[in-house]
DNA sequence: CCCTAGCTTTATCACACGATAAATAAACAA
DNA sequence: TTGTTTATTTATCGTGTGATAAAGCTAGGG
């Protein structure tokens, strides 16, 4: 990134609350371009201040990630979505197409997508959190609805196999979006008929379909 | 990571191109830990040289991790993979497994597929270049085997769906090795039952199994 | 055994980095 | 209008960075 640094207008002045809030969504959408390492010299030009204004704000730079960790991470999980998914009065599959049409809504774009796979490789601990919530809110419930719609029973034997097929519908959509918005390469069809034809594959898989 | 000096032996004297292909080698794993952001002073003391050594064999840090692309990228395709895919005296779902085996044994691993998301983040053309191979020496010819077993012809109306279903095919068993080895999270099959079960699941999705 | 080619190290440069302290200026209350 | 508060900027520190130049050392040929 090239700082150059033009003569600039002093950034308005704004109320604490307010400016923190900015940074903190300016900054998500900075680091998910040009990564964690890029640095608080060219942050404060993206964000239109100088470099030393994050520090009333923030203790260090590791500070200001933290806290982009959690507005991306945590707050991604929508409450309804627990309700929708176990909803039995609707036909499972249904329920799945409409809970993946939505979550991708969330996650599928170049910033989440970006940040997730950034703070990966970084082995924080956050990420290896997001995976155990998703195993927990998506994987299980999905197994659970799939199973009972069915009428199949989860045991000790056959569990292992129901989670990787679980996390494979999960993955295959998550690396379409992968394609598409790290990776820029060209997707073959829209993103709701994909995750409609992964659901209606993955329903499919089970004995009695 | 912390770079201490302790004292040193000096390295061992080595012909050119032996400590050039040891550079590239050991660097691959280096950076794959510890990111393309890491320093030349980290490595050289990962590699038991000096930090000046690596530029008599490279101009640049760039110019060194372009050769560990080469070397990751282009290195990882077998050229018998292209017979194996289309040896139409095998059954289709077998060969599939087989391929997915040998190609999982290539990259499921920590150094390869933690260089790939790099790489992809960074951006360089490798990557979407990679992809776009995937599609070719895989996707494709999976398509055209699975069509010719079942005996379906790939028309332009079917073709989008159908590569959206490979590709969903080769995303769930890649996610298997993310979550395996760049997260470190739990999986529930060994690789080849995972291999087998996905390469069955994508089997029975074209109409007549 | 010595000498030289060339592999390896020491020393150093110019600059970029995260972070801190002190000065400046804009909003608001009296 | 004036005084106080606090958001923002300027100036700067100590360290780490990729890269270069020159000196040091070791293996192999004679």
Redesign the pocket.
């Given at each position: 990134?090239n700082?150059e640094v033009l003569p600039?207008t002093?950034?308005?002045?704004?109320?604490?609350e307010v400016?923190r809030a900015e940074i903190v969504r300016k900054a998500a959408s900075f680091f998910a371009q040009f990564g964690f390492?890029?640095?608080?010299?060219?942050l404060?030009n993206w964000l239109?201040?100088?470099?030393?204004?994050m520090?009333?704000y923030f203790?260090?730079?590791?500070a200001l990630i933290e806290e982009i960790y959690q507005s991306i991470f945590v707050g991604a999980w929508k409450k309804e979505w627990d309700a929708l998914l176990s909803d039995r009065t609707r036909p499972v599959r249904e329920r799945l197409v409409e809970f993946y049409d939505q979550y991708t809504d969330v996650i599928m774009n170049s910033e989440w997508m970006r940040l997730y796979l950034f703070a990966g490789l970084r082995g924080v601990d956050i990420t290896r959190l997001y995976i155990a919530r998703v195993e927990e809110r998506i994987i299980r419930p999905v197994m659970r609805e799939m199973a009972a719609d069915i009428g199949t029973t989860i045991t000790p034997e056959n569990e292992p196999k129901l989670l990787e097929l679980a996390w494979s519908l999960q993955g295959g959509i998550f690396y379409y979006g992968v394609r598409k918005f790290v990776y820029g390469t060209a997707v073959y069809q829209e993103k709701h008929e994909m995750i409609a034809t992964s659901v209606d594959v993955y329903a499919s898989s089970w004995p009695k379909a």
């Open positions: 990134m700082s600039r002093r950034a308005a002045r704004k109320p604490f400016r390492d890029a640095t608080t010299r060219d404060a239109g201040t100088t470099q030393p204004l520090y009333r203790p260090s730079k590791n």
